[in-house]
């Protein structure tokens, strides 16, 4: 496979960007390749600058739930530039992607846009924070909720830790305020709860975890962190970057019947434009300012290329079966993926794990249920994986910890090549 010009882009682009990437994974350093700098894409194909072509199971890491250049969301975008691209005004475009949120997700009263998931995210503690008058917030590990500075915290052994930054730049007085729980373990949280309860603000958790590969919840785990936390009367916030118009149209939360108090959302919402949001009950909402006293803001907040490119992938994803013939697609490349592993021979040695368009397959033999059993899955295994796939034109994420989105537009052959791909792939893998 011909890579030069990505190479050559790669170097140029060392010398005026750090690292040559706007966003550290893109490197592809953790399996050893040169990334692909990208000329184009159209439904589930990319295609490089060497003009390579690739099925796409990055999806921009969720967003392109329709696939790539979808002609509606294409055509929207062009309507609006014609008009202006942001005006730092009230537009009708965000009262109608504010409506359609709310009427899709259970627990969204009212919406406030913001420009990525991070930001949501920061924004949703720091109401959380103003709105009960208290500091602490808690997280599971391995969860990821953006770069804020307080999020950024990795937990060390033992039950629970308090805040030690990821990060090199986070003050650790950034981070004391962040307690770090493991995931799908109600014990942990509710002897932290029993003991810093008075002072904690908010428990953020992405309900299913998409981060360290795909973590699910147990059901009853969730439902227990609903009611402890309303209980003491904590923020429940669900980080809902990636499942949210993912796993269902109200995302996680109708999936599985819980109700946080207020949700974080990216990807989907802007249709592949930069956008988040962060939405929940009206009596919390309100305390934002210009209402209420916790300041947030934004320049490009709202922007109206953003909007229509989220109203018109929300459209599409509204019509009937759109999430029967996403959950049919990922079942059919998490089970094809699966009888790849049987053929190669090499199953027993792997850790599977998929819900609805989302699916992971970790080299691991441990069936992972936290962050720590995450980690035991090789990494250079998963390596020797990629590269098979991506010489075989299949474009799985750069890590063994992110996850294979598939989209409206993967046809059943996209799939089928890509299971062909993999039990050549599996073949290569020697040692797990
Ligand atoms: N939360 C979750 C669950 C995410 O997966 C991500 C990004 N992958 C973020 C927050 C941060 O979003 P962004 O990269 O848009 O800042």
Redesign the pocket.
């Given at each position: 496979m011909k890579v030069s010009r990505s190479k050559e882009l790669f170097e140029e682009a060392k010398k005026y960007i750090p690292g040559g990437v706007n966003s550290p994974v893109r490197a592809f350093k953790s399996v050893g390749e040169t990334p692909r700098f990208i000329e184009r894409a159209k439904g589930s194909h990319i295609w490089d600058v060497d003009g390579n072509e690739y099925i796409d199971y990055v999806c921009s890491?969720?967003p392109m739930i329709l696939g790539h250049a979808h002609p509606s969301v294409v055509e929207a975008i062009k309507e609006q530039a014609e008009k202006g691209t942001s005006y730092g005004a009230p537009t009708e475009l965000e009262v109608k992607l504010a409506k359609m949120i709310v009427e899709a997700v259970p627990s969204v009263e009212k919406v406030r846009m913001v420009n990525?998931?991070?930001?949501?995210?920061m924004s949703a503690i720091r109401l959380a924070r103003g709105y009960t008058g208290k500091n602490k917030i808690v997280k599971f590990e391995g969860c990821?909720?953006?770069?804020v500075d307080a999020l950024l915290v990795k937990a060390g052994s033992g039950l629970t830790t308090f805040g030690v930054p990821t990060s090199p730049g986070i003050p650790e007085d950034f981070a004391k305020h962040t307690i770090t729980v493991p995931f799908n373990d109600i014990d942990a949280l509710k002897r932290v709860i029993d003991e810093y309860g008075d002072d904690i603000a908010a428990v953020i958790m992405?309900p299913v975890m998409?981060?360290a590969g795909l973590i699910l919840p147990e059901l009853s785990f969730l439902e227990k962190v609903r009611e402890l936390t309303a209980d003491r009367g904590i923020v429940l916030i669900f980080?809902e970057?990636?499942t949210g118009f993912r796993l269902s149209l109200g995302g996680a939360q109708a999936y599985f019947g819980i109700t946080p108090d207020l949700s974080?959302f990216?990807?989907i919402i802007g249709g592949g434009l930069p956008v988040?949001a962060f939405g929940g009950r009206a009596e919390i909402m309100d305390y934002l300012a210009p209402e209420g006293p916790v300041y947030q803001a934004g320049t490009l907040s709202g922007n109206p290329l953003a909007m229509v490119a989220g109203i018109k992938t929300l459209e599409e994803l509204k019509k009937p079966g759109v999430y029967e013939e996403l959950r049919e697609k990922g079942k059919k490349l998490s089970e094809g993926m699966k009888e790849a592993a049987r053929s190669a021979g090499i199953y027993d040695k792997l850790c599977f794990k998929s819900i609805e368009s989302i699916s992971i397959v970790y080299f691991t033999s441990v069936d992972v249920k936290n962050y720590q059993d995450a980690l035991t899955s090789n990494t250079e295994a998963y390596a020797v994986f990629f590269r098979k796939m991506l010489e075989q034109g299949v474009y799985l994420a750069p890590s063994q910890f992110e996850v294979a989105f598939v989209s409206t537009a993967h046809t059943d052959e996209d799939i089928e090549r890509t299971v062909k791909a993999a039990e050549v792939a599996f073949r290569e893998v020697r040692e797990i």
């Open positions: 890491w969720g990525s998931g991070t930001e949501a995210t990821y909720h953006g770069h992405e998409a981060n980080d970057v990636i974080c990216g990807k988040g």
